[in-house]
């Protein structure tokens, strides 16, 4: 394998993220075989006019029992992804999966047993740091020691409703994961990351339905307090962007360090700026702005290696899983406010 592209194909195609994978997966070499896909979802139409060349095939053991194909992309609605990365790890596939990985501790725990069984890669997409050259540059500032040590991460990440292109399952928290157990694994997977966390416990998680009366099981507000030792994380997540913004959410991220911070915009920078990736330095000595454009986005070459090497530079297994538990945890500790369903109104009277 290690003189040949890695050759990998799609399974479910019902988040817009696959784009981004599979784009991201020929830009590291790699070859897109073929997509299966249970039905017609929304984003197939945008994928055929990405990738117009790649086939499409009539069953997922087509693509399962090919021993050829080495890497399985999967964007099925969230409670189909754990079982579909079963599947494929059991046929020798590696896998990676738009986020969640996973809705429950029970998936969450048979996933870990199958990795162990089989060796395989399971790999969460956590695209907010992995496909944001910013995030790269991130890195490369605290590898150099410019801000200390890092004492406390603060991220915001609004999105974009887009109500009318949503699917059923997406009102739904239970076949989603929650705006916790979903985009929650984003900012879970940058506390950790960019403080060396190896774990951490869930200090405080709220989530509320504020705009989505008629909708009473989803999600459109969550907050989390993460604590790592000495370390203290905070994370605001919501579905409220606004109509005039340039882009579906002004993601921000503040990392506070003992001799200074680190600001990213990820997105736009509100009325100032153009472009994404704008990162900010202020420490001792250093007062500037920094355009990680060209950073670069290394997550896709190192799976590629990693699937060659069987190493873990993309991102270390242990620490996938550790975000998904903690998110899992979170979902389920929140606290609830707003419009709620009858089963919440039952347990918040309780």
């Known amino acids: 394998m290690k003189d040949n592209p890695i050759r990998f194909a799609a399974i479910g195609l019902d988040h817009r993220h696959i784009y981004g994978m599979s784009q991201g ?19 197939l139409e945008g994928f055929k006019k990405r ?10 053991a087509q693509l399962l029992e090919d021993p050829t194909i080495d890497l399985v992309l999967i964007a099925a609605p969230p409670a189909a992804r754990a079982d579909l990365a079963l599947q494929a790890m059991r046929h020798g596939k590696d896998v990676m999966l738009d986020k969640p ?33 910013s995030a790269t540059l991130v890195d490369q500032l605290l590898a150099e020691n410019r801000i200390g040590k890092v004492v406390q991460t603060l991220s915001m990440a609004p999105h974009r409703l887009n109500a ?29 990351h960019f403080t060396g966390a190896q774990n951490a416990e869930i200090a405080y998680a709220t ?14 507000f969550g907050e989390i307090n993460l604590v790592a030792g000495d370390v203290q994380g905070y994370a605001r997540l919501d579905w409220f962007t606004p109509d005039a913004a340039p882009n579906w959410g002004d993601g921000r991220l503040t990392i506070l360090g003992t001799e200074g ?16 990736d704008h990162v900010f330095l202020v420490n001792g000595t250093e007062c500037q702005r920094f355009d990680a454009a060209n950073a670069g986005t290394p997550y896709f070459a190192r799976l590629a290696g990693d699937i060659r ?28 406010r707003g419009h709620l ?5 039952a347990k918040a009277r309780h």
């Open 25 to 43: 997966m020929i830009d590291a070499g790699g070859e897109f075989v073929a997509f299966w896909s249970e039905g017609d979802p929304q984003p």
């Open 51 to 60: 990738f117009p060349d790649v086939a499409r095939v009539a069953g997922l």
């Open 101 to 133: 990985g996973c809705l429950s501790a029970a998936e969450l725990h048979e996933i870990e047993a199958c990795i162990a069984q089989t060796g395989r890669i399971w790999s969460v997409n956590f695209s907010e740091r992995f496909e944001v050259a």
């Open 164 to 192: 009318q292109m949503r699917p059923d399952w997406f009102w739904d928290r239970t076949a989603y994961g929650g705006i916790l157990g979903d985009i929650g694994t984003h900012q879970i997977d940058q506390f950790l």
């Open 207 to 220: 989530v509320g339905n504020f705009n989505a009366p008629h909708h009473p099981r989803f999600e459109d």
């Open 261 to 276: 911070y680190i600001e990213v915009r990820k997105y736009f920078d509100v009325c100032a700026q153009p472009g994404t």
């Open 309 to 336: 090497n069987r190493t873990e530079t993309a991102c270390p297994q242990h620490h996938t899983i550790a975000v998904m538990r903690l998110a899992i945890k979170a979902q389920a500790k929140a606290v609830r």
């Open 341 to 345: 369903s009858n089963t919440d109104q």
